[in-house]
Structure formats: structure tokens, C-alpha cells
């Protein structure tokens, strides 16, 4: 017996030999290419593995979730919100040393520095506003010339393709910025000088619903509506039922994604709207939302979208008829 042969078939080449042990898989040949095993006692048994549960323990999942309650806790540090001002230098520094030369996009230029000092997002964008966009000296002449287009743009319904600000901000050389500020400051003087320096729901229903009466009595240029529902009302200035208008008759551009609807629901959505119009006070939840429940198959943007396009509609026919 001690002479006999099995035959096999090499695992590697295919190649058929005799060999003396049938468990042997390989030939000679490939046997030697194959990779020698460690003997290392560190090595063996591969990586690491918790340690077993003590001898004798009778249930096993409750000693390992005993052994995971007994690790250490991760501690999770949230972004600080306070900026110091060695902290500006830090985030000026990095901007300057690391991202100057090839700015990546805005956001992700953002992100990465926010990472790096582990602050909040918000606050290193004020910071490399400030910059990346440092402010021009403005004079109170040119000031008063952006306030005054910016007017412009809000009565005449005029909304630039790149957006007021943007656009202003290109004309006069300065970063968006800073014009959102001059506007702001302008626009919060504006509400300050009202009766009702804040309005609520109930008050933005009343003027939207004497702006579509007036609408329809078609008395006065369209320029002429805001001081003239101002009067009447008395609790809002010119300016706030204004910008009010300006709000409701919004740039068709910011629905493009939105899905259209079929004209049969875009009329259903019109009819609510002048049963809101009817009403003696709003709805309980936002306009668009209660309109969408009533209405079948449509969203709430999709609601926001009909109606902004049937406002600024009429208000193109207004403008046609009282030229």
C-alpha cells in the first residue's frame, strides 16, 4: 500500500499527475508559486477581534452587548457659532494660502473651510464675503442712484433676468452684497415711516382683496393703485402694499422646473382663488396648500405657479387698458 499512486488533476494548470496523498491539490510546479502562509503568532487568525465573553457566561448576546455599553462613548463636537477675531485671521488665511489661486465653487469653497476650523458654515461665508468681495466706498449720490433704480424696478413690475441686486450691482461695480445691504437698509427705513411697520396675514388679505376690486373697477392707473388702497385701508403705507403687489405678481422663471397642469385644472385653481378672493378672512393654512386640498392632482407649487401666472396676466390687461 505504501507504493500506490491517486491521480489528480493540478488545481492551477490542469495538468494530471500521481501523487502519493490524495488531499494533495497541485503540482510541483505550482505549488512553488503559491504564496508561503505566515507562521507569525501575531498573524494568525487574521485581524483582531474583541475579546470572548468570560467563561461560563450562559447567554453570549448579553455579555457583548455588555462589553459595547462599557466602550467609551463617541463625543460629537458641534461647529462653534462664535467668531473670534483670531478665528477670522484663521479662515482669511487659509482662503488666502490654499483656495486664492483656484477658487472652487462658492459652496464647496465654503464646506472645505468650515471643515478645516470646524465653524459654522454661515459664518465663514460672511467672512470670505467680505474677502473675496471687499466693500467700494460708495458715495451718498450713488447710493441715492441705487435706491432709485431699485424703486423703479418695484413699481414698474420689472424683475432683470439676473435679479435686481445682481443687476444694480453690475452697473455700479459693486459685489451683490453690498447692494442687498443698501437695499435693506433703505427698505427697512420704508416700513419704519408705516402706520403697521410689520403686517400680518389678515392685513396682506385686505389689500390683496380691495387690489383685485380696484381691478375690476378699473378707476386709476396701476401706478396710482398702492397710494390709493393705502388710503382707504389706512393701517399700511404706499410702499408696503407696493412691495406687497410686487410679492404676488412674482417671476414666472422660478416655475420652470415645475410641472405643468392641464387647463382644466388651471381653471378649477382659478375659481378657488376668487372664493379666497370672497371670503371675509384667510385660511386657516397657507393659500396655496388649502387651493391644492380642494383641487385634485395638483401641488401646492403647482398652485403658487397657476396663480402667479394668472396675476401677472391681469395685470398685463390692466396695464393695456388704462394706457
Not at 26 to 51: E, M, Y
Not at 217 to 222: D, E, H, K, R
Amino acid at each position: 500500500m505504501s507504493g500506490m499512486k491517486f491521480r489528480i488533476q493540478c488545481a492551477g494548470c490542469s495538468t494530471t499527475i500521481f501523487v502519493p496523498d490524495r488531499k494533495i491539490r497541485f503540482c510541483p510546479k505550482c505549488q512553488k508559486k503559491r504564496p508561503v502562509k505566515s507562521t507569525d503568532a501575531s498573524f494568525r487568525g487574521g485581524p483582531k477581534r474583541a475579546p470572548a465573553p468570560p467563561v461560563g457566561t450562559k447567554n453570549t448576546a448579553t455579555a457583548v452587548r455588555q462589553q459595547k455599553q462599557n466602550r467609551e462613548p463617541k463625543i460629537f463636537v458641534a461647529k462653534s457659532h462664535e467668531l473670534t477675531p483670531e478665528m477670522r485671521t484663521k479662515i482669511e488665511e487659509i482662503y488666502r494660502e490654499q483656495f486664492a489661486a483656484n477658487q472652487p465653487e462658492w459652496n464647496e469653497l465654503v464646506a472645505q473651510i468650515s471643515d478645516k476650523v470646524w465653524v459654522n458654515r454661515k459664518i465663514v461665508s460672511t467672512v470670505l464675503h467680505q474677502v473675496v468681495y471687499p466693500k467700494v466706498v460708495v458715495t451718498p449720490e450713488i447710493e441715492a442712484q441705487i435706491i432709485e433704480q431699485y424703486r423703479g424696478y418695484i413699481e414698474r413690475g420689472e424683475r432683470p433676468q439676473k435679479g435686481r441686486r445682481r443687476t444694480i450691482g453690475k452697473e455700479f461695480g459693486l459685489p451683490f452684497h453690498q447692494v442687498r445691504d443698501i437695499v435693506f437698509a433703505w427698505t427697512q427705513s420704508q416700513y419704519s415711516m408705516s402706520p403697521t411697520p410689520e403686517l400680518t396675514r389678515e392685513h396682506r388679505f385686505s389689500i390683496e382683496k380691495l387690489y383685485w376690486e380696484e381691478l375690476g373697477n378699473q378707476q386709476y392707473n396701476l401706478e396710482e393703485l398702492p397710494s390709493i388702497i393705502a388710503e382707504k385701508l389706512g393701517f399700511a403705507s404706499a410702499f408696503q402694499i407696493r412691495r406687497w403687489l410686487d410679492s404676488l405678481n412674482d417671476d414666472n422663471a422660478k416655475f420652470l422646473n415645475v410641472p405643468e397642469l392641464t387647463a382644466e385644472v388651471k381653471q378649477q385653481i382659478i375659481n378657488e382663488y376668487h372664493q379666497y378672493l370672497l371670503s371675509s378672512s384667510p385660511p386657516e393654512k397657507s393659500l396655496h396648500s388649502t387651493i391644492a386640498s380642494r383641487v385634485g392632482g395638483a401641488t401646492a407649487r403647482q398652485v403658487h405657479k397657476t396663480l402667479n401666472e394668472y396675476r401677472r396676466e391681469q395685470r398685463a390687461k390692466y396695464l393695456q387698458r388704462n394706457q
